[in-house]
Structures are given as structure tokens and as C-alpha cells.
């Protein structure tokens, strides 16, 4: 079994499947150009784009991740409209590159972090108005916890859904809603890929040291957590994805 955890500066999320007419596999990455998002597949770049629900029709769009199923691909992103200088971000899903909004223009700021496929169901995790949220077929549930927070990714494995995530000061695994903590609290941390393989879960993230006295940065420290089991890896660096074959 190889663990690999994607040290970045960015978060790239990237999928491929096989295509019946082709020999080849397909590679897909989501990503950004200038103020839109973009999907590329096999290189080859393809804009993004969404309604405004604002009148004057000027908008930004941004894309996190992506899942291909079968022909179809799934993009998580989020579309920002602009109205007398006021800005509102809106949770997106394009599905085969046309948009589908999570959440409503006019009230809450959200954003969609991460998708997964699985059957006929799609999950999104993300945020809304500040709270954890995971989207399934586009009903929201609310990961509680207290303070700003924040979901990085999901991902699914039988009847189990997992989400990795943080709030203003720790690092969060949601297993079917419920919260568990993977660091202490000392150090600020996040969570931000979470992978499952068998019976194993496994999740990087980081951990900010500061001085107590000034408040500065003093290191950024990777971190892999399998079964919450912390792991270090080469300090100094930044984890955002993990993958286990």
C-alpha cells in the first residue's frame, strides 16, 4: 500500500476515468484563470460559467474540485456577483458546465470546497454563512461545532461519509456528522484531504506553531493522521491532498 500526501502550494484536485471510446484515459483539473474558473481536460482549457443573480451580470468564478462518473463531470466552486460594490459569494456545482447553485445569492457568503460521486448521490462539503456544510443532492446539513468552520473535503465509502475540516482552531474529521478532534488545540490546525481505504482513514493537514508573546508565526508543520494517529512529515512544507493506492 503506497500513501501519498500531495506537498503544494495549491490546491489542484484532479480525476480521470476511462472513456468507452477511447484508449486512453481522460485527466481532469479544476482551477483558476485569471477571474474564472476553468476545467481542463487533457490539457485543454474550458471556461466555467454561471447566470448572475445580480442585475448587473458582473460575476467571478472559482473551481476546487472535481469528480468524474461515468460521462459526466461534477466541478465544487463558487461564483461571486457584484452589486453597487457589494460582493456575494455563491456555493456552486456545475454539472457538465452548467451551474447549479447551492445557496441563496441575496443572504449568506458560501463557498463549495469538495465534491464526491457515488450512485446516483452527490456530496459537496463546504461552508455557508460561516458553519461546516455538506451538501447531499443539494439539501444542506450543518456540521455543528462552535466557532467559524469551515469543510475541506468528503469523501464516501459505503454507507460512511467522512469530511475533513476546521474550525478557528482545530483540526476536524466528520464521520456521519459527528466531529473528532485530530489535534489538540495547542497549535492552530486544519484538516484538508481525507481518503479511505478498507478499514483505514486517512487525513493531512497542518499545524501553525506561533509565539505566545508576539503572536508570529514561528513553523508550519504537515501532518498525516491515520485512524486520528498523528504522523509527522518534513517540516516546513504544506500537505493538501492524500491518495492511497
Known amino acids: 500500500m503506497i500513501i501519498i500526501a500531495l506537498i503544494c502550494g495549491t490546491t489542484v484536485f484532479t480525476g480521470c476515468h476511462k472513456d468507452e471510446n477511447e484508449n486512453a484515459a481522460s485527466v481532469f483539473v479544476a482551477g483558476q484563470s485569471g477571474n474564472s474558473a476553468v476545467l481542463w481536460k487533457n490539457g485543454i482549457a474550458h471556461d466555467l460559467v454561471g447566470t448572475s443573480t445580480k442585475s448587473t451580470g458582473e460575476y ?3 473551481a476546487n474540485s472535481v469528480y468524474v462518473s461515468g460521462r459526466d463531470v461534477y466541478v465544487a466552486g463558487s461564483i461571486s456577483t457584484i452589486e453597487n460594490e457589494q460582493e456575494a459569494h455563491i456555493a456552486v456545482l456545475w454539472k457538465n ?4 447553485y447551492l445557496t441563496d445569492a441575496t443572504t ?7 465534491v464526491f460521486v457515488t450512485g446516483n448521490d452527490i456530496y459537496i462539503a463546504g461552508r455557508d454563512d460561516g458553519d461546516a456544510t455538506l451538501w447531499k443532492n443539494g439539501e444542506s446539513q450543518v ?3 462552535i466557532g467559524i468552520v469551515t469543510t475541506n473535503s468528503v469523501y464516501v465509502s459505503g454507507s460512511d461519509v467522512y469530511v475533513a475540516g476546521h474550525n478557528y ?9 459527528e466531529a473528532q478532534y485530530l489535534a489538540s488545540g495547542i497549535n492552530f490546525a486544519s484538516a484538508n484531504s481525507v481518503y479511505v481505504s478498507g478499514n483505514d482513514v486517512y487525513v493531512v493537514g497542518m499545524e501553525w506553531k506561533f509565539d505566545d508573546n508576539s503572536g508570529i508565526m ?3 508543520i504537515p501532518r498525516l493522521w491515520k485512524n486520528g494517529v498523528r504522523q509527522n512529515l518534513a517540516y516546513g512544507t504544506d500537505a493538501q491532498c492524500v491518495f492511497v493506492k
Open 60 to 62: 467571478r468564478t472559482w
Open 143 to 145: 456540521l455543528v461545532d
Open 97 to 100: 458546465g452548467k451551474a447549479q
Open 108 to 114: 449568506n457568503p458560501s463557498v463549495a470546497k469538495s
Open 169 to 177: 482552531k482545530y483540526a476536524i474529521l466528520w464521520k456521519n456528522g
Open 218 to 220: 514561528t513553523g508550519a
